[in-house]
């Protein structure tokens, strides 16, 4: 059994923590909060963030980041994008030995255009980091705690340092398939998260389940035309990390990034729904980042230009549907390429 530690006690730090602690790894889980910490430690539960679970009585959580990060040589990084450049300058004060990072976030950072595994390159120095490996898939927090079967994939350039993960985290109802394309399972991730707030707002306009066929089938058309242009397998992103992701994120009511959707098609403001929220809504930062890799890569993304004019161009989310209707006349699988 290994020692793990699990950087970020929100739903899917937690649920993952639960799933190494099952499988018998001595897990510490490190929360910012010092009360959350003691909540985990002392009555065993996360009432923010999982409210119905019990957490075993093997785990164990610490608010001091320099005791969490001594405890072991694996480290899951599991905070949103937005705070991992924050988290990895604090690890950087004191780290001073290898680790192999296992980040499990879906973003892709606006301006820097980078992927999770880029930012903790460039903010870790090399010197640390053993290994970088992508654990995704459609794998709702909710539903993994329940022990509902559940598939996911480890990435890395290293497929050996995968094989490593999958064997930490594979058991009974959690599933772990392995692949070296870290590229396409980092896009695929990062972009159905704006495909499912598009999908959101469909059901929340009451569009009906044609439209949502569309939006995730002509989705997954322009994350793949993306996500092949900047050096993804064309087969990941009808993986699961791709079109598995893709179809639980647009259409589970687990899903931060559809519930927000949701609630701009009924005609609440972005900021009214953030706040309701209360947890990350990934999709949000990323569709800024995706509208930008569109343009710096020249790859039409029309669903993602009318999410990004209803997210930051004040769009109502109505015309940005009639005028996706209404484009130029196409063939569809040459639109494909
Ligand atoms: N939830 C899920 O089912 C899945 C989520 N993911 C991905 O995992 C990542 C994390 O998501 P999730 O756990 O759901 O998010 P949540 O919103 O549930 O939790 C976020 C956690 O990160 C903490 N946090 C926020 N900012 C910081 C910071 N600067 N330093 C330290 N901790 C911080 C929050 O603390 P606080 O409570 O103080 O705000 C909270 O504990 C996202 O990228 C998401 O896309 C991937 C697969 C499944
Ligand atoms: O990535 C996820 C499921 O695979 C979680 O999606 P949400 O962030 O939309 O809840």
Redesign the pocket.
């Known amino acids: 059994m290994e020692n793990v530690t699990v950087?970020?006690?929100?739903?899917?730090?937690?649920?993952l923590a639960i799933v190494l602690a099952e499988n018998g790894h001595h897990t510490l889980l490190?929360?910012?909060?010092e009360e959350?910490a003691v909540e985990i430690n002392e009555h065993h539960t996360n009432q923010?963030?999982l409210p119905e679970t019990n957490l075993p009585n093997n785990l164990v959580a610490t608010s001091h980041l320099e005791k969490a990060i001594d405890h072991s040589d694996v480290v899951v990084v599991?905070?949103?994008?937005?705070?991992i450049r924050?988290?990895c300058e604090?690890m950087m004060t004191f780290l001073n030995k290898k680790v192999l990072f296992v980040h499990?976030?879906?973003?892709i950072e606006p301006n820097s255009l980078m992927r999770?595994s880029e930012m903790l390159q460039e903010s870790l120095s090399a010197d640390v980091i053993e290994e970088i490996v992508v654990l995704?898939?459609p794998?709702?927090?909710?539903?993994?705690v329940l022990h509902h079967p559940t598939t996911i994939t480890a990435a890395s350039k290293n497929l050996s340092a995968a094989e490593k993960v999958q064997d930490l985290f594979m058991n009974q109802y959690f599933r772990v398939y392995t692949t070296d394309d870290v590229v396409g399972v980092e896009l695929g991730?990062?972009l159905k998260?704006v495909i499912a707030l598009a999908a959101g707002i469909s059901d929340g306009l009451n569009y009906g389940d044609n439209a949502k066929a569309a939006l995730i089938t002509r989705g997954l058309a322009e994350i793949t035309r993306l996500g092949v242009k900047m050096g993804g397998n064309p087969f990941t992103f009808s993986g699961l990390t791709g079109m598995g992701?893709l179809i639980v994120t647009c259409t589970s009511v687990?899903?931060?990034?559809w519930r927000a959707g949701n609630m701009l098609g009924k005609g609440m403001k972005l900021e009214q729904v953030l706040d309701q929220?209360?947890?990350?809504v990934?999709g949000v930062r990323t569709t800024k980042a995706a509208y930008q890799l569109s343009q710096e890569y020249k790859v039409p993304m029309p669903i993602t230009t009318a999410l990004y004019d209803v997210l930051f161009n004040d769009k109502e989310p109505k015309i940005a549907v009639d005028e996706l209707m209404i484009r130029t006349k196409k063939r569809e699988i040459n639109d494909l390429q």
């Open positions: 950087l970020g006690a929100g739903s899917w730090g937690t649920a490190w929360t910012h909060r959350q923010k963030y599991a905070v949103p994008t937005k705070a924050e988290v604090k499990v976030s879906k973003g999770i995704s898939g794998s709702h927090a909710e539903e993994v991730g990062a998260n992701d687990h899903s931060r990034n929220m209360g947890m990350v990934e």
